[in-house]
């Protein structure tokens, strides 16, 4: 159980467009959920907290007008890079926190996205 | 600030070796800890975690951590690698605030020589 899946799990884009990613609970029922970027050979570096039904938490740093996220509901989040330029290259991964297990704290994660903006 | 060190960057060993990956923190206050490993070409998998208790943790594939609340650390150990366990191995601290954020250190990338 607690599966976490994204689509794409890659895309090329032009300079200037805006690409989507999903991502999704497939088993259960995510009250929470959390979008990181990956650096090549660096850590997860978290970008933003998204709840169902509110608007996300960006993290210090991270453009909310350049990095749309909406979790419109329980199973889904997405995040959508908006006129995206080569900088924002990387590795997108995000991961949802299971509300039937509200003391454990654990996040499952998704296999993430590869972004490539040409 | 918070954060989270991983001393050892990259780690090579050969199969029947123990293992011992250092992870140190930075928090003000009661935390969570977490050891993720990231398989080749897989999504990132919980080996173990900590909340409260027993400081030794055991998880899967016979990996354990102790969390040493004075040094701020929760080092992994395993006492015999597999070459299956060559991995990215990350930790993980969050912090009992409330919103359920992780902080995460930059990762150990572990090469088993079978």
């Known amino acids: 159980g607690a599966v976490v899946s994204q689509h794409p799990s890659r895309v090329i884009c032009k300079s200037g467009t805006s690409v989507k990613i999903e991502c999704r609970s497939l088993?259960?029922?995510?009250?929470?959920m959390f979008w990181y970027r990956q650096f090549p050979k660096k850590s997860l570096m978290l970008m933003a907290t998204?709840?169902?039904?509110?608007?996300?938490?960006?993290e210090q740093g991270v453009e909310k007008d350049k990095f749309l996220i909406n979790h419109a509901s329980l199973t889904l989040s997405t995040l959508t890079v908006t006129s995206a330029h080569p900088e924002d290259s990387s590795f997108y991964i995000c991961?949802?926190?299971?509300?039937?297990?509200?003391?454990?704290?654990?996040?499952?994660f998704g296999p993430g996205t590869r972004l490539t903006v040409t | 600030a918070q954060s989270v060190s991983q001393h050892n960057h990259h780690v090579i060993l050969s199969e029947a070796a123990s293992l011992e990956l250092g992870c140190n923190y930075s928090y003000g206050g009661t935390v969570n800890l977490f050891w993720y490993v990231q398989y080749p070409g897989q999504h990132l998998q919980l080996l173990l975690k900590?909340?409260?208790?027993?400081?030794l943790v055991k998880g899967i594939k016979g990996f354990e951590a102790e969390f040493i609340k004075s040094k701020f650390s929760f080092n992994l150990r395993k006492p015999s690698v597999q070459w299956s366990d060559t991995a990215e191995y990350f930790c993980?601290?969050?912090?009992?605030?409330?919103?359920?954020?992780?902080?995460f250190g930059t990762g150990t990338r572990l090469k088993v020589l079978a």
């Open positions: 993980a601290v969050m912090g009992t605030s409330g919103t359920y954020k992780y902080i």
């Open positions: 088993d259960f029922q995510a009250t929470t």
């Open positions: 900590y909340f409260s208790g027993d400081p």
């Open positions: 998204s709840n169902e039904g509110s608007k996300a938490t960006y």
């Open positions: 991961s949802a926190r299971d509300r039937r297990r509200g003391h454990s704290y654990e996040q499952y």
